[in-house]
Nanobody, 119 residues
Framework: QVQLVESGGGLVQPGGSLRLSCAASGFTLDDYAIGWFRQGPGKEREGVSC????????YYADSVKGRFTISRDNAKNTVYLQMNSLKPEDTAVYYCAAAYKYCSEMDYWGKGTLVTVSS
């Protein structure tokens, strides 16, 4: 059974950091690109970052470039999103998702983890 489970969300002050984890099971993570998405209150879901399977190419939304870093540890079947210099507008439910090989339309989704940036 394919499963993606996000963790690491929580409440953090502006300027703080969090690291989100996406643990995969039921499939070989090596073969899949993993993307992070978010949906803020009253907003549509948007893509945040993605890392491809083969060469580990990474992509970032302009709003997070220079602040967020995506990485993968295939041995642990886990993908991470390191989030630094957090802003209130980063408040959202963060989801990870998987697509075969490339950062394209996602096949599998996690249930999300809430990140709240507030003083």
């Amino acid at each position: 059974q394919v499963q993606l489970v996000e963790s690491g969300g929580g409440l953090v002050q502006p300027g703080g950091s969090l690291r989100l984890s996406c643990a995969a099971s039921g499939f070989t993570l090596d073969d899949y690109a993993i993307g992070w998405f978010r949906q803020g209150p009253g907003k549509e879901r948007e893509g945040v970052s993605c890392i491809s399977s083969s060469y580990g190419s990474t992509y970032y939304a302009d709003s997070v470039k220079g602040r967020f870093t995506i990485s993968r540890d295939n041995a642990k079947n886990t993908v991470y999103l390191q989030m630094n210099s957090l802003k209130p507008e980063d408040t959202a439910v963060y989801y990870c998702a998987a697509a075969y090989k490339y950062c394209s339309e996602m096949d599998y989704w996690g249930k999300g983890t809430l990140v709240t940036v507030s003083s």
